[in-house]
């Protein structure tokens, strides 16, 4: 039994499922002309000074713009920020939730989880396959976006090799919003098997609050106990939190 931790503008889609049917007929391509200065505003500002110069629901916008092309979408982001609370939680929520919202259709969703992929791969790409130790603020920064907006639990293992560079990201499980269940001989076979030498275990909590449970210390000894068995080191395991993340290393847990 597994021991558990607690705690080209769009038209992908070929004519949109949002936009009105009073829209379609005469007319229907062509935006009302105080939209199209909204838009293009909108655009100068973000172009001109980043994602600084919009505040979320402008950010969420220029998103979109791209799933529905001929409406207006603001209400739209209001709805969704109203529901999920910023800018990051929308585009972390799952697609089941997103359709909860009214105006959500399958473009809106698209978009908004290739705004959410293009962000983690992104984040990856500054920590894989280089040292981990020496380079630990752009790991705390990948497993933050990856993981901190997440609703349920997620557990996922970080292997290195000698030289402490970070050869996998594999994710071990999924649970619910309060726990996960994780196997510590499959952490340590799946180390064995990619040849790694060390291990760095991360996992969230969707309460926001990254102080460990007592599962939480008691399956990190149980995976530090199977590990030095087989001659790997654990160097650390993060709970990351809503704004920031706990280590055990730091707060001698290990």
Same mark, same amino acid.
């Given at each position: 039994m597994a021991p558990d931790f607690h705690e080209a503008p769009l038209p992908l889609f070929s004519a949109d499922a949002a936009v009105p049917a009073q829209a379609a007929g005469r007319g229907a391509g062509k935006l009302p002309s105080y939209l199209r200065d909204h838009r293009r505003r909108l655009r100068d500002r973000f172009l001109a000074g980043g994602a600084d110069a919009l505040p979320d629901y402008e950010m969420l916008e220029l998103v979109l713009f791209r799933a529905i092309p001929r409406q207006d979408v603001k209400p739209l982001a209001r709805r969704l920020l109203d529901r999920f609370g910023d800018f990051n939680r929308v585009v972390s929520a !799952? /697609?089941?939730r997103l359709a909860e919202v009214q105006g959500v259709g399958? &473009?809106?969703v698209l978009e908004l989880k290739i705004v959410e992929a &293009? &962000?983690?791969r992104l984040a990856r790409s %500054?920590?894989?396959h280089r040292p981990a130790l020496s380079g630990w603020d752009a790991l705390l920064d990948y497993c933050h976006t990856t993981m901190a907006h997440r609703e349920t639990e997620q557990f996922r293992v #970080?292997? #290195?090799? %000698?030289?402490n560079v970070l050869i996998a990201d594999e994710e071990q499980a999924r649970g619910t919003v309060d726990h996960v269940p994780v196997y510590p001989r499959e952490v340590a076979k799946r180390a064995l098997e990619l040849n790694a030498s060390a291990l760095i275990l991360v996992h969230n909590h969707p309460s926001g609050d990254p !102080? /460990?449970?007592e599962a939480d210390i008691a399956t990190t %000894?149980?995976?530090e106990d199977a590990a030095r068995a087989l001659g790997l080191v654990l160097h650390d395991h993060i709970i990351v939190g809503m704004s920031d993340e706990l280590s055990f290393r730091a707060q001698g847990y290990l």
């Open positions: !799952s /697609p089941a399958d &473009a809106v &293009a &962000a983690h %500054r920590v894989i #970080l292997y #290195l090799d %000698r030289k !102080s /460990p449970s %000894r149980q995976i």
